[in-house]
């Protein structure tokens, strides 16, 4: 006991310290390049509001294309100098992009620009992705440890194994849609300032590792997010993504258990279905191949006896005179083949 729960616990400090690692390698190879690119974006910003009037259709087109790079590079030219100081690779904003990418969420909102980057993001995966599924198998293990606790103590309450069953299903269902999904969509709807059906919706589709990228936390530049906002969230995620794996294995399960079970009861029924074809042929039988006795003509007394007697008395004539007839073919044969033997 004391052996697992050590290794559990290096398991939990080595993913962070991993995490952490990653988040510090990250800040340190996008951060300059980053600041770079703003800089760019506000002069850009400056040019144009300087001359928009007399801007020509293509020096137009030419600043829309800009634009759509800088904000697809997540550098957004809004607000004022003071916002555009504001990073997305402050150590907060790196650590939730490592945590996305061992998760294999990958909203698209933040990547690395630098070649530096890219190629440390590469290895950076490489080894993290399998980390992260060790580490959510022991979380899971965690948690069906919990339910089978709960399961013990009902059952030594002298509850029954299928009512225990059901109980245990529920309380890990329920625990699991309100710690992960419902609490955290109040938070969001809070912070982010998103509605209860957003909050929901975000919750599900980054815990299912969907990351449609469309809602990301802490990307509105109107508000303010206190320090690690996004730290807290990539915890989050990281314990949810356990959850919903454990939901998603047991939908599985009940799956296969359904499918089993109709499966079953199709074999039966052909089986049925089989037995009353056959019993029905039996039924319908033709009558042709059916053999008829020949009821004998009704007859008195002693007349019926000796009815009988007449009739085992032809039979054994028929036998005996079958009998010679064999006997006498048989001599036949005898003599022709001496005679042959005789003229060789």
């Known amino acids: 006991m004391f052996g697992g729960r050590l290794q559990t616990a290096l398991l939990v400090a080595g993913y962070f310290v991993y995490l952490l690692v990653g988040a510090a390698v990250f800040q340190a190879l996008e951060r300059t390049a980053e600041k770079q690119e703003k800089m760019a974006a506000a002069q850009m910003k400056e040019a144009f509001l300087q001359n928009f009037t007399q801007l020509t259709v293509a020096e137009m087109e030419q600043f829309m294309k800009n634009l759509i790079e800088a904000i697809q590079n997540g550098v957004y030219p809004i607000g004022n100098e003071s916002q555009f100081e504001e990073s997305n690779w402050d150590f907060s904003n790196s650590f939730f992009f490592a945590g996305t990418?061992?998760?294999?969420?990958?909203?698209?909102?933040?990547?690395?620009?630098?070649?530096?980057?890219?190629?440390?993001?590469?290895?950076?995966?490489?080894?993290?992705?399998?980390?992260?599924?060790?580490?959510?198998?022991?979380?899971?293990?965690?948690?069906?440890?919990?339910?089978?606790?709960?399961?013990?103590?009902?059952?030594?309450?002298?509850?029954?194994?299928?009512?225990?069953?059901?109980?245990?299903?529920?309380?890990?269902?329920?625990?699991?849609?309100?710690?992960?999904?419902?609490?955290?969509?109040?938070?969001?709807?809070?912070?982010?300032?998103?509605?209860?059906?957003?909050?929901?919706?975000?919750?599900?589709?980054?815990?299912?590792?969907?990351?449609?990228?469309?809602?990301?936390?802490?990307?509105?530049?109107?508000?303010?997010?206190?320090?690690?906002?996004?730290?807290?969230?990539?915890?989050?995620?990281?314990f949810g993504l356990a959850w919903i794996a454990l939901l998603f294995n047991l939908l599985t399960t009940v799956l296969e258990d359904t499918e089993k079970i109709i499966v079953k009861d199709l074999q039966q029924i052909g089986k049925v279905s089989k037995d009353s074809v056959?019993?029905?042929?039996?039924?319908?039988?033709?009558?042709?191949?059916?053999p008829e006795e020949e009821p004998l003509p009704p007859r008195a007394g002693g007349d019926a006896m000796k009815m009988e007697s007449l009739t085992a008395d032809s039979e054994r004539t028929k036998n005996e005179k079958k009998v010679f007839s064999n006997s006498k073919t048989i001599a036949i044969m005898s003599r022709e083949f001496n005679s042959s033997l005789e003229n060789c």
């Not at 190629?119 to 980390?131: E, K, R, T």
């Not at 530049?221 to 995620?237: E, G, H, P, T």
């Open 278 to 290: 056959g019993s029905q042929r039996r039924r319908c039988w033709p009558v042709q191949f059916i």
């Open 101 to 238: 990418v061992v998760s294999t969420i990958g909203y698209g909102t933040l990547h690395p620009k630098t070649a530096g980057g890219q190629i440390f993001c590469v290895f950076f995966a490489l080894f993290g992705i399998p980390l992260n599924i060790v580490f959510l198998h022991r979380v899971g293990k965690m948690l069906s440890l919990l339910c089978k606790k709960l399961g013990k103590f009902l059952y030594e309450k002298g509850m029954r194994k299928k009512k225990i069953k059901f109980l245990t299903l529920l309380f890990f269902l329920a625990t699991g849609i309100l710690v992960f999904l419902c609490l955290p969509s109040v938070f969001f709807q809070i912070t982010e300032g998103w509605s209860y059906s957003e909050g929901i919706y975000f919750a599900f589709i980054t815990l299912s590792t969907i990351g449609f990228g469309d809602y990301v936390v802490g990307k509105q530049s109107d508000r303010k997010y206190f320090s690690y906002y996004r730290v807290l969230v990539a915890i989050w995620i990281l």
